[in-house]
């Protein structure tokens, strides 16, 4: 069966500091990847998805870059965390183009 | 644009107490309707998918159905065990597959 380990669980950060979050996949080949931030208040934002490795799509213009070094590992990163980018950060899979998604559990980001 | 609109807010129920929550939305070419539920500190669990109006979906305590405009996510009898939050989300013709969501149902059933 697959599952999608995301790590850390939390995470406290200084305003300045670079971010680097990481999600792996196990039990599926060629997935579609997904990075959202769900903060209070707001429904699930979509900020980057790939359809393959190298290949990483922006949803949302930001302090946040994705990339996908390997099929099944997908990496959001900033060089300089603003308090803004506070929040709970989701990695997610699908089957190529197929929805459902399927969810980690997600990395608690607060930024102080 | 496309939208989805999930109502209410907020739901207290006291255990046994059936209701129904509710996900109209505004799509361009529905392609598919996704029910999650969301624990607290957790990523969503997906729940169900329904892809055309009149369609139905059932899983425990919990039935999802479809219109041409809003999904209906209805709880028989809940328990305490079934306070969670509940996120709809949809699949548009141009999304190659990404998901828009609501902003949820948070759902409290009282024993």
């Known amino acids: 069966s697959q599952t999608i380990h995301q790590w850390p669980a939390t995470l406290v950060q200084p305003v300045g500091s670079p971010l680097s979050l990481e999600c792996t996949v196990e039990g599926t080949s060629n997935p579609n990847l997904y990075w959202y931030r769900q903060a209070a208040g707001r429904g699930l934002q979509l900020l980057f998805y790939?359809?393959?490795?190298?290949?990483i799509s922006s949803e949302v213009p930001q302090n946040l870059s994705a990339s996908r070094p390997q099929d099944r590992q997908f990496i959001l990163s900033s060089k300089k965390l603003l308090l803004s980018d506070s929040g709970f950060y989701l990695c997610?899979?699908?089957?190529?183009?197929?929805?459902?998604?399927?969810f980690g559990n997600g990395t608690r980001l607060t930024v102080t | 644009e496309d939208q989805v609109t999930q109502s209410p807010e907020a739901l207290r129920l006291q255990e046994g107490e059936s209701s129904s929550l509710n996900c109209s939305y505004t799509?361009?070419?529905?392609?598919?309707l996704f029910w999650y539920r969301q624990d607290p500190g957790k990523g969503p669990e997906f729940l169900f998918t329904?892809?055309?109006a009149g369609e139905e979906k059932e899983k425990e305590r919990l039935k999802a159905t479809l219109t041409k405009k809003e999904s209906f996510l209805h709880i028989t009898a809940p328990k305490p065990e079934d306070s969670a939050t509940y996120l709809c989300a949809v699949e548009s013709g141009g999304s190659q597959g990404n998901l828009i969501f609501g902003k949820g149902t948070k759902l409290s059933v009282k024993p």
């Open positions: 799509v361009s070419g529905l392609r598919g």
């Open positions: 329904l892809y055309s």
């Open positions: 790939s359809v393959g490795i190298g290949q």
């Open positions: 997610a899979w699908s089957v190529q183009r197929q929805p459902p998604l399927h």
